[in-house]
């Protein structure tokens, strides 16, 4: 278990663009070629990991992931949760404590799609979806301290937010087709990028090249292994909210994304009489206390300006895929 905690832990900072990449990742851990191979695929087959692969953020092609919540009634949580989870475009649903009780991220390659989806499950479900897009990112990036002694990761190592600067990348049919075929995770063996090349019908350096421009341009957040916080003992998740004055969410959210174990941190919409809190943040920890802990750490920076905040904890992942685009002339899957 050290081993693959360690091999966790290197490749979220990253995974190399060359012909060798898994050979190149294990000379750094003093693993061989099919060692690392190996390790991946037992840990994404236990579910230790979600995806490894790129992780899109489709913002900054003209798409969006939009945070939705509903209220599903206990005797027909189960089949709510079928009928959600089978939209492609949910990404991510989670149970969480609080009468909305299933939050999930729709994403989509635009606003309308964003919309439509959204309908559809208000249609298939016969309840009121409430959508709290993101008006504004601080910070995303979880990080969990898995090495002994390690520390979550410190304020001045944070990344800049990700929605700031560039505007938005025009998309060819390459690029559609290239997330198409990224966007469950990268194949397994030695030469991933020549294998993904040869079936686009491109080189592996045109390939390469393409994947770093995305990367430098933010389309691409990095390109490693995903996580469950669950397997790997974070067993406390909380969707920390806060209502706080309008006029200084802004800056104290900048300040609250800073923080060491928040791992992502917006501000999206208030709903009128269904919802007050404005400023999200997620805590992670191996028990609640932990989390508890955290949140006092962000009530204290947030100070008389918060006027209310909950922590909705997590009790079970409904589904967790990540953003799934259709390929450039496919059907849209129902």
Known sequence: MPEDLRLIDYLHGGFPLSGRPFAEVGAALGLDEPEVIAALQ?????????????????????????????AAPEQRYAEVTELVNSLPEVAHNYRREHALNMWFVIGAGSP????????RIEALTGL??????????????????LLEGQAAPAPASRAAPSDAGAAPLELTDFDRALIAATQGGLPLVPQPYDELATALGVSADLLRDRLQQMLAHGLIRRIGAVPNHYRLGFTANGMSVWDVEDADVDRLGERIGALPGVSHCYRRPRAPGVWRYNLFAMLHGRSRAEVETQAGRLRELLGTACRAHDILYSSAILKKTGLRLARPGAPAES
């Open 128 to 145: 009121e979806v409430h959508a709290f897009p993101k008006q504004r990112e601080y910070f995303v990036e979880l990080r969990l301290p």
């Open 42 to 70: 037992r840990l994404l087959a236990s579910g230790v990991l979600t995806r490894f692969g790129p992780l899109f953020q489709i913002e900054r092609a003209g798409g969006l992931f939009v945070l939705a919540a509903l």
């Open 112 to 119: 309308a799609l964003a919309d439509a989806a959204i309908a």
